[in-house]
C-alpha cells in the first residue's frame, strides 16, 4: 500500500520533475559541458574530419615544426597517373583531351601549375577558355594540402607518404593538429579569458553597470513608493501607472522610444542645441553618456518593479503605526527613516537579490541601445557572453568561449545568493511574522 | 492638563460626523467617550490628538490653542486599539522612541524609560520584541511609551478591546492606577459601559456624532437625561415599557398591565404617553408595589441569577437577584417593585 502510494506520487510529480530537468537543468549541464570545448561555427557541435590548411601550416611552423616538413606538406605537385586521369574523367574534363593527356604526359610530374598548364597548352585539342585549362589541371593535382580525411589515421599516412622521413611523433601531433571538429579543451577557455587583457575591462563594466542601475532602482523605487505614498489616492494611481510604462512596455519599442530621445536630431539633442548645450548623439557618442543612458533605460525598468513592490510592503503597514509614530513626536523624515523603511527590509532586500541577478545577465536593453559601444566601453560580461556564442560579427560562433562566460555568471549569480541569503538572514526574515497586531 | 473643546466639527467629505461639540475636561481627570461604534468617539479621539484636522471649532490645551497644530508638537500621548507597538523595535526602543526622536540624551532616555517601565511593571521585558510579548504586555508597552514623555494628555483608544477577559478585568485597574499615580488628565474612547464606568471620573456619553450627557457614571446610571442614555447603561440593560399614564398616578402599559409612578410623577395628567424604565435590580429586590407574573427564563450567573417574568398580559419584566434556586422555570411570583426607582421618559425620549 505504502509503496503504491509513493508511486503515485511519484507518477503525479514526474511531469514537473521532466520539465525542470529539461528546462533548469539541462541548460546549466549543456553550459558547462560546452564550457570546456572549443566548439564553435567552424568546429560544428557534432564531430569533424582532419584537414590541412595553409593556416595551420603556418601555425605548425610558429609553433617549431621543422621548417622542411611544413615546406613538403605545403607542396603540391601534379602527376599524370592511372588515378589521377580516373578523377579527372570524373571531373568532367573532355574524354578526347583526356586521351591526349594519356597518351602524350602519362607518367609526368610538374613541380607547379604553370609548367603544367604549359604542358597542356600544347595538346593539340585543348580547351580554348583558358579556365578551362585551369579547371582541367585541377584533378591531377597531389597535395595533402586542404584534402579532408575522415580518420586521424588516414591523415597520418598521407602525412607520411608526403614526408616519409618525417618522425611519427611531429606527423602524429600534425594529424592531432589538423582535426577540424570541437575537442575537449579542459580550461583552456577560462585561461584565455584569464589572458584577455579586456575581460578586465568587461568586469569592471559589469560591476559599475549591476551597481550603478541596482542603486537607482532601489532608491528611485523607494522614493516613488514613498512620494506616492503620501499622495492622495487617486494622484498616487494615475503615477503608479505612469512609472509602470517602461514595464509595459515592449523592450524593443522602448529601446526604440530612447533612440529617437537621444540620437542626433532626437528629442535631448534639438532641445540641447536651442539651449545651446553640446548637442550630440547622447546614446553612443561619448562614454558617460552611453553610461548614463543605459542605466536610466534598465533602471527606469527596475524602478518600476521597485516601486510596485515597495508600495505594497508600505500599506501592509498598519496605519496606526505611522499616526503613533506622529503623535510621539517623529517628524515625516523620522517616521519615514525610523519606521517606514525598517519595515521595508525584506522587500529592499528582495529588490535588490533579484535585481542584482537578473542586472547580471541582462544585456537586451544595451545590445538595443548602445550595443556595447562606444568602442566597448559599455560592454557587459552577459552582453559579450552573447556576442561570442551567438551573435559574432566575424561569422564564428565561438559557442565554448561563450558558455564558459555564461558559466562564470552562473557561478557568481550562485555564489551572490547564497551570500544575500546569509547577510539577511532570509530565512529568520520569512519564518517570523513580519507585522504584529 | 485642562482640554477644552469649543464648537468642535468634523466632516469627512460631505458628512457631517460631529457638529459643534462642546466638551471639557477637567485637570487630572480621567474621562470616558461612551459610545456605540460610530458615534463618533474614536473621531473626537483622533481630533484631539491631531491625527484628524477639525473642520470647525477649536481644541484648547489649558489656555493654549492647539486647533491648527500638527500631531507631532501637541504633547499628547495615545494608546491605539491594536497598541500599534513598532514591530522592528525593542520594547525598549519601542518606549525611547517619543524621547529620542526628541533627541533626548542617552543617558536621560536611558533613566526615563527605566522609569516609566517601572511605573508600569514591565522591566524584565525591555529587551524583548512586540511580537515576543502577550497581549497584556503589549498593552502595558504602549501606555508606557504614550506616557513617557510626560504628555498634557493621555488618550485611550479602546485599549481593552483586544484583550482577553480576565487580562481586561486586570488592564483596567492597572490603567486606572497608572492615571491616578501620573495625575494625568486623561480620555478613554470606548464602547464598553462597564469599562467607562468602572474606570472614569466622568463619562460623556455620545450617539451620532453628539454628546447627550456628562457625569459621573453613579449619576449618569441613576438619572440618565433620555432613553438612549438609560438603555446604553446597565448590564442586564434596562426593561422599556410603552404606556399612558392613567391621570391617578399609576402607568398603564399598553397591553393593560398597571404599574405605579414614581411619587414624584403622580400629579401628570392622565393619557400622557410615557415610557417607563425598569431596571432589573428594581424588581424582585424591594419595595411596596407587588407584581404578578410567570417565570419564563432563569439564567444563573454564579453569585447571581437573571429572571424574565412574564406578566398575565405578556409584558416582560427582567429581576436580577443574589444566585437563588428556589425559584424554577414556569413557576408563579409575586415580587416586589421599587415604583420611586423607575425612570420615565417622554414621547421624544428625555427624562421626566
Given at each position: 500500500?505504502?509503496?503504491?502510494?509513493?508511486?503515485?506520487?511519484?507518477?503525479?510529480?514526474?511531469?514537473?520533475?521532466?520539465?525542470?530537468?529539461?528546462?533548469?537543468?539541462?541548460?546549466?549541464?549543456?553550459?558547462?559541458?560546452?564550457?570546456?570545448?572549443?566548439?564553435?561555427?567552424?568546429?560544428?557541435?557534432t564531430g569533424g574530419s582532419h584537414v590541412i590548411t595553409?593556416?595551420?601550416?603556418?601555425?605548425?611552423?610558429?609553433?617549431?615544426?621543422?621548417?622542411?616538413?611544413?615546406?613538403?606538406?605545403?607542396?603540391?605537385?601534379?602527376?599524370?597517373?592511372?588515378?589521377?586521369?580516373?578523377?579527372?574523367?570524373?571531373?568532367?574534363?573532355?574524354?578526347?583531351?583526356?586521351?591526349?593527356?594519356?597518351?602524350?604526359?602519362?607518367?609526368?610530374?610538374?613541380?607547379?601549375?604553370?609548367?603544367?598548364?604549359?604542358?597542356?597548352?600544347?595538346?593539340?585539342?585543348?580547351?580554348?577558355?583558358?579556365?578551362?585549362?585551369?579547371?582541367?589541371?585541377?584533378?591531377?593535382?597531389?597535395?595533402?594540402?586542404?584534402?579532408?580525411?575522415?580518420?586521424?589515421?588516414?591523415?597520418?599516412?598521407?602525412?607520411?607518404?608526403?614526408?616519409?622521413?618525417?618522425?611519427?611523433?611531429?606527423?602524429?601531433?600534425?594529424?592531432?593538429?589538423?582535426?577540424?571538429?570541437?575537442?575537449?579543451?579542459?580550461?583552456?577557455?577560462?585561461?584565455?579569458?584569464?589572458?584577455?587583457?579586456?575581460?578586465?575591462?568587461?568586469?569592471?563594466?559589469?560591476?559599475?553597470?549591476?551597481?550603478?542601475?541596482?542603486?537607482?532602482?532601489?532608491?528611485?523605487?523607494?522614493?516613488?513608493?514613498?512620494?506616492?505614498?503620501?499622495?492622495?489616492?487617486?494622484?498616487?494611481?494615475?503615477?503608479?501607472?505612469?512609472?509602470?510604462?517602461?514595464?509595459?512596455?515592449?523592450?524593443?519599442?522602448?529601446?526604440?522610444?530612447?533612440?529617437?530621445?537621444?540620437?542626433?536630431?532626437?528629442?535631448?539633442?534639438?532641445?540641447?542645441?536651442?539651449?545651446?548645450?553640446?548637442?550630440?548623439?547622447?546614446?553612443?557618442?561619448?562614454?558617460?553618456?552611453?553610461?548614463?543612458?543605459?542605466?536610466?533605460?534598465?533602471?527606469?525598468?527596475?524602478?518600476?518593479?521597485?516601486?510596485?513592490?515597495?508600495?505594497?510592503?508600505?500599506?501592509?503597514?498598519?496605519?496606526?503605526?505611522?499616526?503613533?509614530?506622529?503623535?510621539?513626536?517623529?517628524?515625516?523624515?523620522?517616521?519615514?527613516?525610523?519606521?517606514?523603511?525598517?519595515?521595508?527590509?525584506?522587500?529592499?532586500?528582495?529588490?535588490?537579490?533579484?535585481?542584482?541577478?537578473?542586472?547580471?545577465?541582462?544585456?537586451?536593453?544595451?545590445?538595443?541601445?548602445?550595443?556595447?559601444?562606444?568602442?566597448?566601453?559599455?560592454?557587459?560580461?552577459?552582453?559579450?557572453?552573447?556576442?561570442?556564442?551567438?551573435?559574432?560579427?566575424?561569422?564564428?560562433?565561438?559557442?565554448?568561449?561563450?558558455?564558459?562566460?555564461?558559466?562564470?555568471?552562473?557561478?557568481?549569480?550562485?555564489?551572490?545568493?547564497?551570500?544575500?541569503?546569509?547577510?539577511?538572514?532570509?530565512?529568520?526574515?520569512?519564518?517570523?511574522?513580519?507585522?504584529?497586531? | 492638563?485642562?482640554?477644552?473643546?469649543?464648537?468642535?466639527?468634523?466632516t469627512f467629505d460631505d458628512t457631517t460626523v460631529i457638529?459643534?461639540?462642546?466638551?471639557?475636561?477637567?485637570?487630572?481627570?480621567?474621562?470616558?467617550?461612551?459610545?456605540?461604534?460610530?458615534?463618533?468617539?474614536?473621531?473626537?479621539?483622533?481630533?484631539?490628538?491631531?491625527?484628524?484636522?477639525?473642520?470647525?471649532?477649536?481644541?484648547?490645551?489649558?489656555?493654549?490653542?492647539?486647533?491648527?497644530?500638527?500631531?507631532?508638537?501637541?504633547?499628547?500621548?495615545?494608546?491605539?486599539?491594536?497598541?500599534?507597538?513598532?514591530?522592528?523595535?525593542?520594547?525598549?526602543?519601542?518606549?525611547?522612541?517619543?524621547?529620542?526622536?526628541?533627541?533626548?540624551?542617552?543617558?536621560?532616555?536611558?533613566?526615563?524609560?527605566?522609569?516609566?517601565?517601572?511605573?508600569?511593571?514591565?522591566?524584565?521585558?525591555?529587551?524583548?520584541?512586540?511580537?515576543?510579548?502577550?497581549?497584556?504586555?503589549?498593552?502595558?508597552?504602549?501606555?508606557?511609551?504614550?506616557?513617557?514623555?510626560?504628555?498634557?494628555?493621555?488618550?485611550?483608544?479602546?485599549?481593552?478591546?483586544?484583550?482577553?477577559?480576565?487580562?481586561?478585568?486586570?488592564?483596567?485597574?492597572?490603567?486606572?492606577?497608572?492615571?491616578?499615580?501620573?495625575?494625568?488628565?486623561?480620555?478613554?474612547?470606548?464602547?464598553?459601559?462597564?469599562?467607562?464606568?468602572?474606570?472614569?471620573?466622568?463619562?460623556?456619553?455620545?450617539?451620532?456624532?453628539?454628546?447627550?450627557?456628562?457625569?459621573?457614571?453613579?449619576?449618569?446610571?441613576?438619572?440618565?437625561?433620555?432613553?438612549?442614555?438609560?438603555?446604553?447603561?446597565?448590564?442586564?440593560?434596562?426593561?422599556?415599557?410603552?404606556?399612558?399614564?392613567?391621570?391617578?398616578?399609576?402607568?398603564?402599559?399598553?397591553?393593560?398591565?398597571?404599574?405605579?409612578?414614581?411619587?414624584?410623577?403622580?400629579?401628570?395628567?392622565?393619557?400622557?404617553?410615557?415610557?417607563?424604565?425598569?431596571?432589573?435590580?428594581?424588581?424582585?429586590?424591594?419595595?411596596a408595589n407587588r407584581v404578578e407574573g410567570t417565570i419564563?427564563?432563569?439564567?444563573?450567573?454564579?453569585?447571581?441569577?437573571?429572571?424574565?417574568?412574564?406578566?398575565?398580559?405578556?409584558?416582560?419584566?427582567?429581576?436580577?437577584?443574589?444566585?437563588?434556586?428556589?425559584?424554577?422555570?414556569?413557576?408563579?411570583?409575586?415580587?416586589?417593585?421599587?415604583?420611586?426607582?423607575?425612570?420615565?421618559?417622554?414621547?421624544?425620549?428625555?427624562?421626566?
Open positions: 500500500m505504502r509503496t503504491r502510494t509513493c508511486l503515485l506520487g511519484l507518477a503525479f510529480v514526474s511531469p514537473a520533475l521532466a520539465l525542470l530537468f529539461a528546462f533548469f537543468l539541462m541548460p546549466v549541464v549543456l553550459t558547462t559541458v560546452f564550457a570546456f570545448t572549443n566548439m564553435s561555427t567552424s568546429t560544428g557541435i595553409g593556416n595551420l601550416l603556418r601555425d605548425l611552423g610558429n609553433a617549431g615544426v621543422d621548417d622542411d616538413i611544413v615546406a613538403a606538406l605545403s607542396e603540391g605537385s601534379f602527376s599524370v597517373t592511372p588515378e589521377t586521369l580516373a578523377a579527372a574523367a570524373e571531373a568532367g574534363v573532355e574524354p578526347r583531351f583526356l586521351g591526349e593527356i594519356e597518351s602524350s604526359l602519362m607518367g609526368q610530374s610538374f613541380e607547379d601549375a604553370r609548367s603544367f598548364e604549359s604542358a597542356l597548352k600544347a595538346l593539340p585539342s585543348r580547351p580554348t577558355r583558358i579556365r578551362d585549362i585551369k579547371l582541367a589541371t585541377e584533378p591531377f593535382e597531389r597535395s595533402i594540402l586542404n584534402t579532408r580525411y575522415s580518420s586521424r589515421a588516414a591523415m597520418e599516412t598521407a602525412i607520411a607518404s608526403m614526408v616519409p622521413d618525417a618522425p611519427v611523433d611531429t606527423v602524429s601531433a600534425i594529424a592531432e593538429a589538423s582535426y577540424t571538429g570541437w575537442r575537449w579543451i579542459d580550461g583552456g577557455n577560462f585561461q584565455t579569458l584569464l589572458d584577455r587583457p579586456e575581460t578586465i575591462r568587461i568586469v569592471l563594466n559589469t560591476v559599475f553597470y549591476v551597481a550603478a542601475t541596482l542603486a537607482f532602482n532601489v532608491f528611485v523605487g523607494l522614493f516613488l513608493a514613498i512620494t506616492t505614498f503620501y499622495l492622495p489616492k487617486t494622484g498616487a494611481g494615475f503615477f503608479s501607472v505612469l512609472w509602470l510604462l517602461p514595464r509595459i512596455t515592449p523592450v524593443v519599442l522602448y529601446a526604440v522610444m530612447w533612440k529617437w530621445f537621444t540620437w542626433d536630431n532626437g528629442f535631448l539633442y534639438v532641445i540641447a542645441e536651442q539651449l545651446g548645450l553640446p548637442a550630440f548623439n547622447y546614446m553612443k557618442g561619448s562614454v558617460p553618456t552611453a553610461w548614463a543612458t543605459i542605466i536610466l533605460v534598465n533602471g527606469f525598468v527596475g524602478a518600476s518593479f521597485g516601486m510596485i513592490l515597495f508600495s505594497g510592503a508600505l500599506r501592509a503597514i498598519p496605519v496606526q503605526q505611522l499616526w503613533a509614530s506622529e503623535v510621539d513626536g517623529a517628524s515625516r523624515w523620522q517616521q519615514i527613516r525610523r519606521i517606514i523603511l525598517p519595515q521595508l527590509r525584506w522587500p529592499i532586500l528582495f529588490v535588490t537579490s533579484y535585481q542584482t541577478l537578473s542586472l547580471l545577465s541582462s544585456y537586451e536593453q544595451i545590445w538595443l541601445t548602445t550595443n556595447g559601444g562606444p568602442g566597448s566601453t559599455t560592454t557587459v560580461w552577459a552582453l559579450e557572453a552573447f556576442n561570442t556564442a551567438l551573435n559574432n560579427y566575424t561569422g564564428n560562433l565561438e559557442y565554448g568561449m561563450g558558455a564558459a562566460m555564461a558559466l562564470i555568471l552562473v557561478a557568481v549569480g550562485l555564489i551572490l545568493s547564497i551570500l544575500y541569503l546569509r547577510m539577511f538572514r532570509f530565512d529568520e526574515l520569512v519564518n517570523k511574522p513580519r507585522i504584529e497586531f | 492638563m485642562q482640554v477644552t473643546l469649543k464648537n468642535f466639527t468634523k457638529d459643534s461639540m462642546n466638551l471639557a475636561v477637567n485637570d487630572g481627570e480621567m474621562l470616558a467617550l461612551l459610545g456605540p461604534s460610530g458615534c463618533g468617539k474614536s473621531t473626537t479621539l483622533f481630533a484631539i490628538c491631531g491625527i484628524h484636522r477639525i473642520n470647525g471649532g477649536q481644541i484648547l490645551f489649558g489656555d493654549r490653542d492647539v486647533s491648527d497644530v500638527p500631531s507631532q508638537k501637541r504633547n499628547v500621548g495615545v494608546v491605539f486599539q491594536n497598541y500599534a507597538l513598532y514591530p522592528h523595535l525593542t520594547v525598549f526602543e519601542n518606549i525611547a522612541f517619543p524621547l529620542s526622536v526628541r533627541g533626548d540624551s542617552k543617558p536621560d532616555i536611558e533613566r526615563e524609560v527605566r522609569a516609566i517601565a517601572a511605573l508600569t511593571h514591565i522591566e524584565e521585558l525591555l529587551a524583548r520584541r512586540p511580537a515576543q510579548l502577550s497581549g497584556g504586555q503589549q498593552q502595558r508597552v504602549a501606555l508606557a511609551r504614550a506616557l513617557v514623555r510626560k504628555p498634557d494628555v493621555l488618550l485611550l483608544d479602546e485599549p481593552l478591546a483586544n484583550l482577553d477577559a480576565k487580562l481586561r478585568l486586570e488592564m483596567r485597574s492597572e490603567i486606572r492606577r497608572i492615571q491616578l499615580e501620573t495625575g494625568i488628565t486623561a480620555i478613554l474612547v470606548t464602547h464598553d459601559q462597564v469599562e467607562a464606568m468602572s474606570m472614569c471620573d466622568r463619562i460623556a456619553i455620545m450617539n451620532k456624532g453628539e454628546i447627550l450627557q456628562i457625569a459621573t457614571p453613579t449619576d449618569m446610571y441613576r438619572a440618565p437625561v433620555n432613553k438612549f442614555v438609560a438603555g446604553f447603561l446597565g448590564n442586564p440593560p434596562i426593561v422599556m415599557l410603552e404606556g399612558r399614564t392613567s391621570g391617578d398616578g399609576r402607568f398603564l402599559v399598553k397591553e393593560g398591565t398597571s404599574l405605579p409612578l414614581p411619587a414624584r410623577l403622580a400629579g401628570m395628567p392622565g393619557d400622557t404617553p410615557l415610557s417607563l424604565g425598569v431596571r432589573p435590580e428594581h424588581f424582585g429586590a424591594a419595595g419564563s427564563f432563569v439564567e444563573p450567573q454564579g453569585r447571581e441569577t437573571l429572571f424574565d417574568v412574564t406578566l398575565d398580559d405578556g409584558v416582560v419584566l427582567r429581576s436580577i437577584q443574589p444566585a437563588r434556586d428556589d425559584v424554577v422555570f414556569g413557576q408563579k411570583v409575586v415580587w416586589p417593585l421599587d415604583a420611586e426607582k423607575l425612570l420615565a421618559f417622554d414621547v421624544s425620549g428625555r427624562a421626566v
